[in-house]
Structures are given as C-alpha cells and as structure tokens.
C-alpha cells in the first residue's frame, strides 16, 4: 500500500533522512520508532505530501507522492487521516463541530449521520454537545481519531498519538486503534518513541536512529532475533552482569519461565544466574524473556543445549565501550 525506497531528506545542507526504506502492507499497522530527532515525523510527511524530499520514491497506491500537486495532492491526503500529539483540535468548539469539520469543508451531505456514527465508534455519544477543552486527554484524542476518520480514509497517519497520555488512558486508546484496525481494515502508521507501544500494536515496523534505518520488518520476529544495531535502541530493563557470559532467551509462552529454567539447569548440570525474566506481549502474542550468566567456560555446552532445545537467543555484550563512542 505504502512503499518507500532509498529515501532522502535534506534540511538546507543537513541530511535528515538516509535511504529509508519501507513497506507497509494493506490493512496492518505499521510502527515508525526511535528517539527523538530520529526523522521520524519527517518520513510521515513525506508520505502525505506535506514535505518535498531529494530523492528516493515514496509510492502510496503505486503513485509516486512528489508527483502529486493541486487536487490530486488534495485528494491523496484526503485518504489519510491524520492524528497528533497535542490533537489539535478546535478547542473551544464542541465535539460535534470537531468532527463534523472536515465534512462541511469537503461539502458531504448527511453530516449529522456519520458525525453520530463516528462518535459512536470512538465511544463519545454522549459528548457531542460538550467543549472539547473540558474534556479529558484520552476523551480529547478521540476526538481527534473521530475527526480524522470522517471522510473514510483508508490509511490513518499517527504521530505520536499516545506520548502525551498516562499508561491506563494509552492502553485505552491503543485498545481503540486495534477495534478500527480490525473492524474497518484501515491501514495505520503509526509514529512513537514508546518502545510499548510498538510491541503492543504494531504488525511491523521501521526503526530509525538518526535519520538511519537500524531494522525494518515484522515485529515480532525483530525482537525475537534483534540484530546488533537494534539492540543498542532497545535495552532490557535489566542490568547485565559482569564477568561470565550473559545470555538473552527467548521463548513463546507455551513453554513457561519456570520450566525452560528448571529443565536447563537440570540437564547441564551447571550453576547459572538468573539476571532478570519477563513475560512480555506482541499483539496476540505472549514470549518470554529470559537473561541468564553462566560461567565463560560453561558457554559452548549452554550454546549447544539451547540449539537444541529451539530456543531463541543471543550473547550480550555489555555495552559501555560503544556507549562512550557516540
Ligand atoms: N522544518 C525543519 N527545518 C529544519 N530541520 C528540521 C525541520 N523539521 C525537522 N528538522 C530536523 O530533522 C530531524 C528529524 O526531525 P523529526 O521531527 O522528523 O524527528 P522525530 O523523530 O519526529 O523527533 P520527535 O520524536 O522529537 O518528534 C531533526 O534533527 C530535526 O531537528
Ligand atoms: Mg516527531
């Protein structure tokens, strides 16, 4: 639905973008991560047309963005609803008149019925005639997901929709990203910063560090198998321990933490510590997360106890040296 290939943005002399490239398929939701200042917000205009860029393609439908101006830019843009951080919103208007704005200025007709309709679908009924600056966050991005959905865009455009809401009123609102997602088959970027969010929503997903692309995929299988790159964006809560060798497991929950431990340190018969465990949930899906250290010289026989068992997992280094060099 959205390709981009070997994009390039430039600030004046200052490349922002280098060579990005990316697929997001129909119907999924795509997440665009990494830290701020990485190009995230930079790459989703690019996609609308808000933003010129000096090379590379961004096709939406097969049409190459940058071709686009007049109506037919209108018309791409009016098929990809778009929420914020702030939610700009009407703030002293009601919720109705939020919602109902895109469609008095495109000029539709029944616009009290799909106003009713999209409120109703946001969960909002009952606060049509109520000002949107007496509203709560989560009451206010509704708001703002309703309006972006009016005119029925098939893509929806994300940026940083959730940053500025507490944990239980993020949930609530990924909660509703996921309905549409899977009710309406609307195809949905999604730009955060919050690893969370990605994990808990995100079908695939670019991440950027810098203006670079550090891994672009399926989410589940990148953070199964994270490469070098992407594991210095995404650090485990845990501190790893000194000396010995610290190993990162990983596992679907069908096998549980208790049991992958209790059956390795019965047949290697080694001692190891546990660092730290989590369960931890991508989608549907639940993995474990496992971080063991064994002794240095015990490392060749866990490697090959844990080939064969199936498991997914990886050495870590301990990363300061790397650290000091940025
Ligand atoms: N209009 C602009 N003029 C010049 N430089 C810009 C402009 N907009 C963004 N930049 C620069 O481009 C880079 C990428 O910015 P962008 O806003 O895309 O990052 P981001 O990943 O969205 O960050 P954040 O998480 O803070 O929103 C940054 O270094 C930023 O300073
Ligand atoms: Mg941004």
Known sequence: ???????????????????ISMHVKEGEIFGIVGHSGAGKSTVLRCMNGLEPYQGGKVLVNGVEVSSLDGI?????????GMIFQNFNLMMRKNVFDN??????????EGIDARVNELLDLVGLTNR???RVQSLSGGQK???GIARALALNPPILLCDEATSALDPKTTMSILDLLDDINRSLRL???MVTHQMEVVKRLCHSLLMLDRGKMVAMGNTAELFLSPTREMRKMVTDEFAVIPGGVNIRLMFPKAISLDCVITRMARSLDIDFSIVGGKLERYLDDVFGFLIINVPKEQKERVFDYLEREHLYWQE?????EEADNE
């Open 1 to 19: 639905m959205i390709t981009i290939e070997k994009l390039q943005k430039f600030y004046g002399a200052r490349q922002v973008l280098h060579d």
């Open 72 to 80: 037919r830019l209108r018309t791409l843009q009016r098929g990809m």
């Open 99 to 108: 919602v109902a704005f895109p469609l008095r200025l495109w000029g539709e």
């Open 128 to 130: 049509a005639r109520q």
């Open 141 to 143: 991005q509704r708001v």
């Open 187 to 189: 195809t949905i970027v």
């Open 316 to 320: 870590l280094d301990l990363m300061e």
